[in-house]
């Protein structure tokens, strides 16, 4: 009875052992992908145009603040202590509104970017499962995610140029390098 536990467990483990030396993993810079896609470019461009709406709007109460502020400057020796306490209480609170608007836009933008990233997120990483699934891979690594120490080239597929294809980006397409942002800004 030993004998068959044994035999049956070394039988296993054997099944077991050649498996895993058949899992197949995968890796890509989903980043580099999201990048590349016109999607994203789209959600950039409504995204820049409603930062610029929200800057525009900051721009004309602060415009408007300064030109109280110098009004109160120029005048306040001339106006009665009301007028100038109504004032200095008008200034007050136009510069809380100031603040408050900063803070409200600064959550709207963050906001409308995951509203306008986030069907560009799932594109992706649908693209990647369904790639995934058909080349059976087992384990897929993000290494934009920076978790990830080691993999070997030779094992790991690199989904990448597959998930161009699946999504029709060109294959020579590459995703814009941090100094090419920033000099175009």
Not at 168 to 185: D, H, L, R, W, Y
Request: hydrophobic share 40%; net charge negative; charged share 20%.
């Amino acid at each position: 009875m030993k004998k068959i536990f044994l035999l049956a467990f070394c039988v296993l483990s054997f099944g077991v052992l050649s498996q895993a030396q058949n899992l197949k993993c995968g890796h890509i810079n989903t980043n580099e992908l999201i990048n590349l896609m016109s999607e994203r470019d789209s959600a950039v461009v409504k995204l820049q145009a409603y930062q610029n709406d929200l800057e525009e709007t900051l721009e004309g109460m602060g415009t408007e603040y300064n030109n109280k502020l110098n009004e109160y400057q120029r005048k306040r020796n001339e106006w009665a202590p009301v007028v100038v306490e109504t004032k200095e209480r008008e200034l007050t609170e136009l510069g809380q509104r100031i603040q408050q608007f900063q803070q409200n836009a600064q959550q709207e933008m963050a906001q409308m970017q995951q509203v306008l990233m986030q069907p560009v997120i799932e594109k992706a990483q649908n693209a990647i499962t369904k790639i995934a699934k058909a080349n059976s891979l087992v384990y897929v690594f993000d290494l934009s995610a920076g978790s990830l120490i080691y993999f070997d080239d030779s094992v790991s597929v690199d989904l990448l140029p597959l998930a161009k294809k699946e999504l029709g980006i060109p294959a020579e397409k590459v995703a814009p390098t941090q100094f090419a942002q920033q000099s175009a800004e």
